[in-house]
């Protein structure tokens, strides 16, 4: 029996259900694309699937709604798939494990993937409805490779488009309509390094543990720890003590999450053990003072390592630490405009040691284009110092505000009618496909929603069922006074 059978809007759980079921992460999308085009396939309706596995379903409107405006309704197809140390998922061919407690769905050990695939399974129940639903035309558009850089969405033929309204169904707070989002790019930092014999020496990996992570836009405003920042703020206080050579160099899984692990392979001459483990032990208790309020789990730790037959080079491993080091990460600007949105940022959210270097990926963000800007430019500036360069990746355009926009009426009335209050409007420090759909559709008018979802991007990720059939009942409402 299926984990979530009874649990109402049965339709909109059975189709959840069925999408935790097929591997879905970003860059494994064809098993889930082709879902959605037998789904159209069984139903009869018109579909275009491209060479990324984007799809677009199309269906007339109903009854009375014939000849209204059609309205595009929007999500994405891919997942970030993160997990606990201790998880023996294979992303690539197993489906979730889903978990329900009370009012909350979760999964076991990894991403529940609610974002997107919530807005995948209201828009299957939609389109699967035979009479019970009122709506406009539809253009439901399935984008993939969203959360690396919304590769789908750029790449995607807008042309098939007939619609100038969208809802998209990508949020996460219910009773907030996002109406504007930041722009942002990822650039890849390229540190190469030499090599020399590490014959005699004792190895060491040093561990930081259980930092919370989390979304790098939506939730940078909490300033909690960035793993791979804590690590090397602990590597540069041990150079201060001994002397050693960094081996590797490794953290996070996604640039746009904040790393939960980072862990670095060191090695020395003589056994060092006991000033290593002081320095880690002193700095585990400024960093669990520090981030008490943020990442009550963290904790850092040292044990003895495997041998390996080269280590980095006293040039190179100054350089690497130094320079992760010294990275800028965080938050650089709040809004002047907005209270409590962060305006610019950055986040290193993928660290790893090939052969030869050390890349750094960074998510980079702002809602001013000129601020984006300078952040790759610093990033370049500090590469062209330590003889490092950049790979520029998956650039998107922020998402204007506009003043006049009658879906936003709409979905304001229809939430007043529903709620009986009002919703917030609020702009996000984030990425949404909605500044890539507003630059190729001319006059776009589009609005962001969906139901309340904590934690998204870890293995905490939780999703409200309550909040689930309230937001559906919500989307119907709005559909049907969009005639």
């Known amino acids: 029996m299926a984990v979530l059978d009874g649990i109402k809007p049965r339709v909109v759980f059975k189709y959840f259900e069925e999408i935790c079921n097929i591997p879905h992460g970003s860059g494994n999308t064809k098993a889930i694309s082709d879902y959605l085009v037998s789904f159209a396939k069984d139903r009869g309706l018109k579909y275009i699937q491209d060479e990324l596995n984007n799809v677009i379903i199309f269906k007339p409107g109903t009854e009375g709604y014939e000849n209204s405006q059609p309205v595009i309704l929007q999500g994405h197809i891919d997942m970030v798939c993160e997990k606990t140390s201790d998880s023996t998922i294979d992303f690539e061919k197993d489906g979730l494990e889903l978990i329900v407690k009370d009012n909350v769905i979760t999964a076991n050990k990894t991403t529940l993937g609610g974002d997107d695939g919530i807005a995948v399974a209201y828009t299957l129940a939609i389109l699967a409805d035979e009479g019970n639903i009122s709506h406009p035309p539809i253009e439901a558009v399935f984008t993939v490779d969203e959360e690396v850089g919304m590769l789908g969405a750029v790449a995607l ?117 006991k000033e ?6 002193e700095l585990d208790k400024i960093v669990k003072a520090e981030y008490h309020g943020t990442d009550k789990e963290i904790f850092l730790t040292v044990h003895k390592s495997d041998a390996m ?34 305006q610019t940022s950055l986040n290193v959210g993928i660290t790893k040691t090939l052969e030869h270097e050390v890349i750094c990926s960074f998510a980079v963000r702002s809602s001013v284009e000129s601020e984006k800007k300078e952040l790759v430019s610093r990033l370049t500036s500090i ?13 998107y355009p922020g998402w204007e505000y506009k003043a006049d926009s009658r879906l936003r ?10 709620y009986g209050s009002s919703p917030k409007i609020e702009a996000i420090h984030a990425g949404l496909e909605c500044g890539i759909f507003s630059g190729k559709i001319p006059g776009l008018d589009c ?37």
């Open 157 to 273: 033929d807008c042309s098939p488009l007939k619609a100038k309204t969208m809802i998209n169904i990508d949020s996460e707070d219910e009773g907030i309509l996002l109406v504007s989002c930041a722009g942002g790019v990822s650039v890849i930092c390229h540190l190469p390094f030499e090599l020399e014999d590490a014959s005699g020496m004792t190895f060491y990996e040093v561990k930081v543990n259980n930092a919370t992570g989390g979304h790098s836009g939506v939730e940078i405003i909490k300033e909690s720890a960035n793993a791979t920042k804590v690590l090397a703020r602990v590597l540069y206080a041990i150079s201060e003590k001994v002397d050693y050579r960094l081996v590797s160099i490794s953290g996070g899984l996604k640039d746009n999450a904040i790393p939960r692990e980072a862990t670095a392979i060191i090695a020395v001459a003589e056994d060092a053990r």
């Open 276 to 281: 290593i483990s002081s320095v880690v032990v």
């Open 309 to 342: 037959e080269n280590v980095m080079t006293e040039k190179s491993t100054r350089k690497i630490v130094n320079t992760i080091y010294n990275m800028p990460n965080g938050i650089m600007k709040m809004s002047q405009d907005i209270d409590n949105l962060v």
């Open 383 to 395: 590469m062209n110092l330590c003889g490092g360069s950049v790979e520029i990746q998956g650039d």
């Open 409 to 418: 009426d709409v979905m304001i009335k229809a939430y007043k009618r529903q």
């Open 447 to 483: 609005v962001s929603f969906g139901p309340q979802m904590d934690d998204i991007h870890t293995p905490s990720e939780s999703l409200y069922i309550d909040s689930v059939e309230r937001t559906w009942e919500y989307l119907i409402k709005v559909l049907e006074m969009l005639k």
